[in-house]
């Protein structure tokens, strides 16, 4: 059974970068999709990027394109999110899924296995 565990969230000011890693126990993380949401009180989980097994496609919502980066490092079983020009509407728990399957998505119901999640809290 594979298990996700986040790190590398925290406070940082506006404008600043954080770069979080979601390391994946177990054999099969090359065979997962997987992608970084990021949820906040009273609103629903949000998708935030995503990254193909391969490692070379990847998905942003349209909110970080341009500021966040994905990758994954499958001989480390872990997948990174660089967030960079952080603002204050990125402050969230983000967390970390994975899904078996050869497409990214965007959806929440599609990832079977979660982590469970590191704070950035971006001020002002």
């Known amino acids: 059974q594979v298990q996700l565990v986040e790190s590398g969230g925290g406070l940082v000011q506006v404008g600043g970068s954080l770069r979080l890693s979601c390391a994946a126990s177990?054999?099969?993380?090359?065979?997962?999709?997987m992608a970084w949401f990021r949820q906040t009180p009273g609103k629903e989980r949000e998708f935030v990027a995503g990254?193909?097994?391969?490692?070379?496609?990847?998905l942003y919502a349209d909110s970080v394109k341009g500021r966040f980066t994905i990758s994954r490092d499958n001989r480390k079983n872990t997948v990174y999110l660089q967030m960079d020009s952080l603002n204050s509407d990125d402050t969230a728990v983000y967390l970390c899924?994975?899904?078996?399957?050869?497409?990214?998505?965007?959806?929440?119901?599609?990832?079977?296995?979660w982590g469970r999640g590191t704070q950035v809290t971006v001020s002002s």
């Open positions: 177990g054999r099969t993380f090359g065979s997962l999709a």
């Open positions: 899924a994975g899904k078996f399957s050869y497409s990214l998505g965007v959806a929440t119901n599609d990832y079977i296995i």
């Open positions: 990254v193909h097994r391969n490692g070379v496609s990847t």
